[in-house]
């Protein structure tokens, strides 16, 4: 009989280790790059703003556009908070087909007048590879939510629509399966793409907070990819209060970047996550760490 402390060496299909990556993806991966060093990131340029390139990029907005009054509020908020993008979706994924599900090509049209009065770029959310070309022709960057970050066939999509894209982590993606839907993307001849991480599915998700914020994965994505990569600590959370802590502590993991809810209660509460959704106040003292941040760690390197 085999002596059980011997163990028995598994292979399991499908699993993937971060020795899997070079095979998994070839084209974005830090291995099979040597060109991107050791620890250099490749910079995403969206309407002049630039991912990666040391200072952080603060992408803020509604959680979706819901009316020109509230979408305009929070566009000038944003702004004037000091953000650097407009976030807001027209196509949302809900949970229930009877949940309000964004406005639309309507709502597309709102966010080109907001990027017409703010100058600020805007990213929005694609679900559907049949709407690829139509969103594509008002925002600066596309999005592919958590939910559809397996779907290949919108990957594939999206990674010849000529735009770059912002990728956010499966809810309970592991890291090698997030980066092979990175692939995909950049298969298509689209290298300009910049990773989301929102939160993950995990014991504690839901009691406390909406899901469990990966920050441990920041350094893990640093490490293996070249991409930028920014958190998302809205949907993360699910809590106001936690968002501005948790921004500071995803910068402090060395996050490119931050994707915020915002929401101007003065025209309303917002109909889709308003439990998350900071002020603009709020998000002007984020702004103001993440630049304040960025000088030190520049004074730092000089210095050292
Ligand atoms: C969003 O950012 O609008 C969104 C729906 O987030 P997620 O796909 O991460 O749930
Ligand atoms: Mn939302």
């Given at each position: 009989?085999?002596?059980?402390?011997?163990?028995?060496?598994?292979?399991?299909?499908?699993?993937?280790?971060?020795?899997?990556?070079?095979?998994?993806?070839?084209?974005?991966?830090?291995?099979t790059?040597?060109?991107y060093?050791?620890?250099?990131?490749?910079?995403?340029?969206?309407?002049?703003?630039?991912?990666?390139?040391?200072?952080?990029?603060?992408?803020?907005?509604?959680?979706?556009?819901?009316?020109?009054?509230?979408?305009?509020?929070?566009?000038?908020a944003?702004?004037?908070?000091?953000?650097?993008?407009?976030?807001?979706?027209?196509?949302?994924?809900?949970?229930?087909?009877?949940?309000?599900?964004?406005?639309g090509?309507?709502?597309?049209?709102?966010?080109?007048?907001?990027?017409?009065?703010?100058?600020?770029?805007?990213?929005?959310?694609?679900?559907?590879?049949?709407?690829?070309?139509?969103?594509?022709?008002?925002a600066?960057?596309?999005?592919?939510?958590?939910?559809?970050?397996?779907?290949?066939?919108?990957?594939?999509?999206?990674?010849?629509?000529?735009?770059?894209?912002?990728l956010?982590?499966?809810?309970?993606?592991?890291?090698?399966?997030?980066?092979?839907?990175?692939?995909?993307?950049?298969?298509?001849?689209?290298?300009?793409?910049?990773?989301?991480?929102?939160?993950?599915?995990?014991?504690?998700?839901?009691?406390?907070?909406?899901?469990?914020l990966?920050?441990?994965?920041?350094?893990?994505?640093?490490?293996?990819?070249?991409?930028?990569?920014?958190?998302?600590?809205?949907?993360?959370?699910?809590?106001?209060?936690?968002?501005?802590?948790?921004?500071?502590?995803?910068?402090?993991?060395?996050?490119?970047?931050?994707?915020?809810?915002?929401?101007?209660?003065?025209?309303?509460?917002?109909?889709?996550?308003?439990?998350?959704?900071?002020?603009?106040?709020?998000?002007?003292?984020?702004?103001?760490?993440?630049?304040?941040?960025?000088?030190?760690?520049?004074?730092?390197?000089?210095?050292?």
């Open positions: 009989m085999a002596d059980s402390s011997e163990g028995v060496a598994m292979k399991i299909s499908g699993q993937l280790t971060v020795d899997d990556l070079p095979r998994v993806c070839p084209l974005l991966c830090r291995q790059n040597p060109g060093g050791g620890d250099q990131t490749r910079v995403v340029e969206v309407g002049g703003v630039r991912f990666g390139n040391g200072s952080p990029v603060v992408i803020a907005g509604p959680c979706a556009v819901e009316s020109h009054e509230q979408t305009l509020a929070v566009a000038r944003v702004k004037h908070a000091g953000a650097d993008m407009l976030r807001g979706g027209a196509y949302k994924p809900r949970t229930s087909p009877h949940d309000f599900q964004g406005m090509v309507e709502g597309l049209c709102i966010l080109r007048i907001a990027r017409e009065e703010t100058g600020l770029p805007i990213v929005t959310e694609v679900m559907d590879t049949r709407l690829v070309e139509q969103v594509a022709q008002y600066d960057m596309l999005q592919i939510g958590s939910r559809n970050m397996q779907n290949y066939p919108l990957l594939a999509e999206v990674g010849h629509a000529g735009k770059p894209v912002l956010k982590r499966g809810m309970a993606a592991s890291l090698g399966e997030w980066l092979g839907a990175a692939e995909y993307i950049a298969k298509q001849g689209n290298l300009n793409i910049v990773l989301c991480e929102r939160g993950i599915k995990a014991f504690a998700a839901g009691e406390y907070s909406r899901y469990v990966d920050l441990n994965v920041i350094p893990a994505v640093l490490a293996n990819t070249f991409l930028p990569v920014i958190v998302d600590p809205s949907h993360a959370t699910g809590i106001a209060s936690m968002v501005e802590p948790a921004s500071r502590a995803a910068l402090e993991f060395g996050s490119h970047g931050l994707l915020i809810e915002v929401a101007d209660f003065a025209t309303g509460r917002p109909r889709c996550d308003a439990d998350q959704a900071i002020d603009g106040k709020t998000l002007a003292r984020i702004v103001k760490f993440a630049h304040h941040r960025h000088e030190q760690l520049l004074f730092a390197q000089r210095a050292a």
